[in-house]
T-cell receptor
Framework: NAGVTQTPKFQVLKTGQSMTLQCAQD?????MSWYRQDPGMGLRLIHY???????DQGEVPNGYNVSRSTTEDFPLRLLSAAPSQTSVYFC???????FGPGTRLLVL | ELKVEQNPLFLSMQEGKNYTIYCNYS?????LYWYRQDPGKSLESLFV?????AVKQEGRLMASLDTKARLSTLHITAAVHDLSATYFC????????????FGTGTRLQVTL
């Protein structure tokens, strides 16, 4: 098993650009989540999913969209990037038992 | 709303010393994680505590959970430099779709 994978590892965006952060897992887990990590604030939940076709908002959902068309994939979309979205993004499956390697995003 | 408080935020300790990191949470929960994070890396799960009185140990680290006091501790015994990292606790509750609330982390620095 590859576990939880994320791409890209690092991305630089200009304000207003859009992009999709990819997350995939090959363990057939129903539960998947997206977190962002900012200095001094720990991790905060953005969106989560309990299975294909079912998603819901977490603590800090504004500016992000998600979808879950398959069990394996849970992409996170930034429709119009803002500097406040500069952060490290982690995808996780099954509570916090499996975390992806993270995506570092810099919005200029 | 579930709140998780972790202290201290920063801990500098000498090799060979013992210390404890505390994690308090505000509402009934039944699942508590401890993670380690090295700079620029992802989170590594150290312990999952699922019941009152649970105690788990791995090497120089021991974690415990008191659900009545809403308190978990991570005890470090005879610290070594390799334990230098940031440690997070995270709390969840069954029936909440795998959502975790994290503490702000404790940055541990073990000096030689």
């Amino acid at each position: 098993n590859a576990g939880v994978t994320q791409t890209p590892k690092f991305q630089v965006l200009k304000t207003g650009q859009s992009m999709t952060l990819q997350c995939a897992q090959d363990m057939n887990h129903e539960y998947m989540s997206w977190y962002r990590q900012d200095p001094g604030m720990g991790l905060r939940l953005i969106h989560y999913s309990v299975g294909a076709g079912i998603t819901d908002q977490g603590e800090v959902p504004n500016g992000y969209n998600v979808s879950r068309s398959t069990t394996e994939d849970f992409p996170l979309r930034l429709l119009s990037a803002a500097p406040s979205q500069t952060s490290v993004y982690f995808c996780a499956s099954i509570w916090g038992d499996y975390f992806g390697p993270g995506t570092r995003l810099l919005v200029l | 709303e579930l709140k998780v408080e972790q202290n201290p935020l920063f801990l500098s300790m000498q090799e060979g010393k013992n210390y404890t990191i505390y994690c308090n949470y505000s509402t009934t929960s039944d699942r508590l994680y401890w993670y380690r994070q090295d700079p620029g890396k992802s989170l590594e799960s150290l312990f999952v505590l699922l019941s009152n009185g649970a105690v788990k140990q791995e090497g120089r680290l021991m974690a415990s959970l008191d659900t009545k006091a809403r308190l978990s501790t991570l005890h470090i015994t005879a610290a070594v430099h390799d334990l230098s990292a940031t440690y997070f606790c995270a709390v969840g509750r069954t029936g909440t779709a795998s959502k975790l609330t994290f503490g702000t982390g404790t940055r541990l620095q073990v000096t030689l």
